[in-house]
Structure formats: structure tokens, C-alpha cells
């Protein structure tokens, strides 16, 4: 396939409409609302609007110029409760985004799980409970259903393990649990439903299948620290990507009571692409004697950083790329970078426009740093800016901005920035 230029977004971030057309509550919803959860009590009741105002920002789509849109569909709009028949008005808000996208030659990239899993499932157990899995399969079977005559390109989940980690193990993010390692059977449970849907996918003639993991290159802090390094580095990186490829789990401890005959076999479906979302490295030391995690993540002078404080180091980015390529070798399909980008507090100017020179900054030197990649023989086929639009950011709320397009909430005004117009430009040189 032709190298794709493109854009990302996700549901709970942009669409609102949270209580609109049959849809039913997601964790994030519940998150959201309860207080303490997000900063600022930020929700996603009404973030950019995105469900009223969806054909603005498929024109906006059409002026940037891009090859695709990878956008999530909201499992709760669907399947309002998690499980039995598809909610009609819910599929036919995608159906009318699919058709847009197709009439401004913007291929539709459809990632099913973007973390709004409905609550009713939560009540149930969640991603604790291998019933979820299931789950998901069916609700992939509706989707692909309606969409899958006009969709070539599908990402399964979206970075799993931040749903472990942040959701399940932490407690940063939905639905907010605190089990530390004893979270670990979400990681095979959503590895489960990936290669689930992969086969309902398959059946209904699916062109490109593909998984988003969240990669962060593990850094020892000093002389002492590889071990500790080497613990983030299975955790964040392998967990996720060892079973998919390999067909089995690198050596980590709380998984064999939920692993069952044929699992992996399921799991390891090949790909037709693995999506790769960089943002940073995280330098790791030795945790103290009574610590629940064999690392410590600590802060890492030196580097310039974006408006979250994330360090800003491309040259991780091309050593990440080529580490899955040298790592996986022939069993790695081709790469796609489903999300790079960065926040900055981006404000208009006294004459309304928005000169983010630091996020222009960021992008060019990461896809310098992905080109080094390819150069040295590492196939990537796609490339994918977070994010379209100024959103809702999670636990952050409506404080980060990592758009292209600046949202002024209060009256859901979009404005291109400047980085709009030079990824634009980027794209046109491209083929040029």
C-alpha cells in the first residue's frame, strides 16, 4: 500500500452527545462525572461537538489534505448496554462520517476501542472479566456489518496498556480501579478480544487489520537501573506486542490462571499492520524494598519538554522503530505511526490566529526521525498526527491542547493553526 498521511481522533474525545440518539453511559462517562476524576470536574458531555458538527470537521479534513482519518467508534452508541442488538441511530451517525469521508477522498480508518467501554460491562466485571472479550467480538461483527463494505483499514484496540495501567492498575484514568499487578488479566482479556474481532473481521472481508499499542522506549536513569529498565520494557511494551507476534508472553508472573488452551492461538491472528503511538521515552530506576512495581519512573533533566512536560526526544522515536524491526524481525508486518504529537497551551493572537511554532517544531523533527527509520530498511506505510482537534484529554480535561485545529469551547469555534497549514503543506510536497 501507497504511504498515508493522516490524522487522528477518538469518540469520548469529540463527539458529545453523550445522552443523545440511544447512546448509553461508558466508564468515561461515569469517570468523568465523579468528583476528583478530572481536572477541573472537565467532562465529555459536549467536547467539540463533533456528533452536530462532524461535516465542519470533514471539511476540515478535505482542506488539510490528508490521505485518512483514523477516528474510534463508540462501542456505547452502538450497544448501549455492551451486549445483544446494534442501537440503528448509533450506526447511522459512522455510516453518514464513512460516506463523507469517501465523498473528500479521506480513506476511513476505524479503530473499534478507544477506552469508552459501556459501563453495564464494567458493573460486570469489565476487563477483569473474560465475558468482555466475547463482548467485543459481537459488537465488531455489528460494526463491520454496516461499515465493512466501505472501510479497508480497522485497528482492534487502541493502547491496552494504558487501559491496565491507568484504568485498571492505577487508577488515573476509567474506570478507576487500584489493583496494581493484580490488573494483569485485563492485559490478556483485551489481547483476547483483539484477536476476537480479528477473526469476525476476517469473515467479513476485512482488507487491513491492525492493533495500536502505546510504545515507550524504557531508559535506565543510571548505572544501576538496567533491571529496572528491563521490568518497564515488558510491561509496556512486549506484554502487548510479544503474544500478538510471537504467539506467546515474555516472562511475567499473574497470567497463567487466565490463559486457556488455544488463546494465544487466537491472539497471534496475523496482522495486516501494527500501529506504533509514540510520545515520549520514560527513564526508569530501582524501586525501594516495599514498592507494588519492579520500577520507579522518574522525571529526566536535560530535554526540552511540551505544555504536559513530556520530553520532547525523536531520536527515541527512531530508536523504538528500529527496536520492533531488529526485536520481531520477519514476524513484524508493516508499521503504521497511529499517533505522534504534542500539547502546548496554543492561544490566539490579538488578529485570531494561532502560531503553535512548537508543535510544528515536534512534528518535524519526529517524522525526520521516522524517515531515519525507513531509510535504515524499517517499513512504516503510514503516519498519523494527534489530533485533529483541539478535545477532551482525558484526566487532563480541556487543558491540553495537541490540535491542529484550535476549539474555543464556549462557542465550538475551530480555527486551523499554523501547524494546519504546514502538515498540509508537508502532505502536498509529498506528492509532489
Given amino acids: 500500500m501507497p504511504f498515508q498521511w493522516g490524522v487522528a481522533t477518538a469518540a469520548y474525545q469529540?463527539?458529545?452527545?453523550?445522552?443523545?440518539?440511544?447512546?448509553?453511559?461508558?466508564?468515561?462517562?461515569?469517570?468523568?462525572?465523579?468528583?476528583?476524576?478530572?481536572?477541573?470536574g472537565h467532562t465529555g458531555d459536549v467536547a467539540c461537538d463533533h456528533y452536530h458538527r462532524w461535516a465542519e470537521d470533514v471539511g476540515l479534513l478535505g482542506a488539510l489534505g490528508v490521505d485518512a482519518y483514523r477516528f474510534s467508534v463508540a462501542w456505547p452508541r452502538v450497544q448501549p448496554s455492551g451486549s445483544g442488538p446494534a442501537n440503528r441511530a448509533g450506526l447511522d451517525f459512522y455510516d453518514r462520517l464513512v460516506d463523507g469521508l469517501l465523498g473528500k477522498d479521506v480513506a476511513p480508518v476505524v479503530t473499534l476501542y478507544h477506552w469508552?467501554?459501556?459501563?453495564?460491562?464494567?458493573?460486570?466485571?469489565?476487563?477483569?472479566?473474560?465475558d468482555t472479550a466475547a463482548r467485543f467480538a459481537d459488537y465488531a461483527a455489528l460494526v463491520a456489518d454496516r461499515l465493512g463494505d466501505r472501510v479497508d483499514a480497522w485497528i482492534t484496540l487502541n493502547e491496552p496498556v494504558v487501559v491496565m495501567a491507568y484504568g485498571y492498575a492505577l487508577g488515573m484514568y476509567a474506570p478507576g480501579r487500584t489493583l496494581m499487578l493484580d490488573a494483569l488479566p485485563t492485559a490478556h482479556h483485551q489481547l483476547l478480544a483483539h484477536g476476537l474481532a480479528t477473526g469476525v473481521l476476517r469473515e467479513r472481508g476485512a482488507a487491513r487489520i491492525g492493533l495500536a499499542n502505546h510504545y515507550s522506549p524504557a531508559l535506565p536513569a543510571d548505572a544501576s537501573s538496567a533491571g529496572a529498565a528491563e521490568a518497564f520494557d515488558v510491561f509496556m511494551n512486549r506484554?502487548?506486542?510479544?503474544?500478538?507476534?510471537?504467539?506467546?508472553?515474555?516472562?511475567?508472573?499473574?497470567?497463567?490462571?487466565?490463559?486457556?488452551?488455544?488463546?494465544?492461538?487466537?491472539?497471534?491472528?496475523?496482522?495486516?499492520?501494527?500501529?506504533?503511538?509514540?510520545?515520549?521515552?520514560?527513564?526508569?530506576?530501582?524501586?525501594g524494598p516495599d514498592a507494588p512495581l519492579?520500577?520507579?519512573?522518574?522525571?529526566a533533566p536535560g530535554h526540552d519538554v511540551t505544555g504536559t512536560g513530556w520530553p520532547i526526544v525523536p531520536d527515541q522515536f527512531t530508536a523504538l522503530l528500529r527496536g520492533l524491526s531488529d526485536r520481531y524481525g520477519a514476524a513484524l508486518p508493516p508499521l503504521v505511526v497511529t499517533e505522534n504529537g504534542a500539547a502546548f497551551p496554543d492561544e490566539p493572537d490579538a488578529s485570531g490566529a494561532v502560531a503553535d511554532t512548537d508543535r510544528i517544531a515536534f512534528l518535524s523533527s519526529h517524522i525526520a526521525a521516522m524517515q531515519d527509520a525507513m531509510d535504515s530498511g524499517v517499513d512504516v506505510r503510514g503516519y498519523f498526527v494527534w489530533s485533529l482537534l483541539d478535545n477532551f484529554e482525558w484526566a487532563a480535561g480541556y487543558h491540553a491542547r495537541f490540535g491542529l485545529v484550535h476549539v474555543d469551547y464556549p462557542t465550538q469555534r475551530r480555527t486551523p493553526k499554523r501547524s494546519f497549514t504546514w502538515y498540509r503543506d508537508l502532505i502536498a510536497r509529498s506528492r509532489a
Fill in 116 to 130: 469508552d467501554l459501556p459501563q453495564p460491562l464494567e458493573d460486570a466485571g469489565g476487563w477483569m472479566n473474560r
Fill in 294 to 299: 519492579p520500577f520507579d519512573m522518574v522525571d
Fill in 14 to 40: 469529540i463527539e458529545g452527545a453523550v445522552d443523545e440518539d440511544g447512546r448509553g453511559p461508558s466508564t468515561w462517562d461515569v469517570f468523568a462525572h465523579t468528583p476528583g476524576r478530572v481536572r477541573d
Fill in 239 to 287: 506484554l502487548f506486542t510479544d503474544p500478538v507476534l510471537t504467539g506467546s508472553y515474555p516472562e511475567i508472573p499473574g497470567l497463567d490462571d487466565v490463559v486457556r488452551a488455544d488463546d494465544l492461538a487466537v491472539i497471534a491472528a496475523p496482522l495486516d499492520f501494527l500501529g506504533v503511538n509514540y510520545y515520549q521515552p520514560t527513564w526508569l530506576t530501582q524501586p
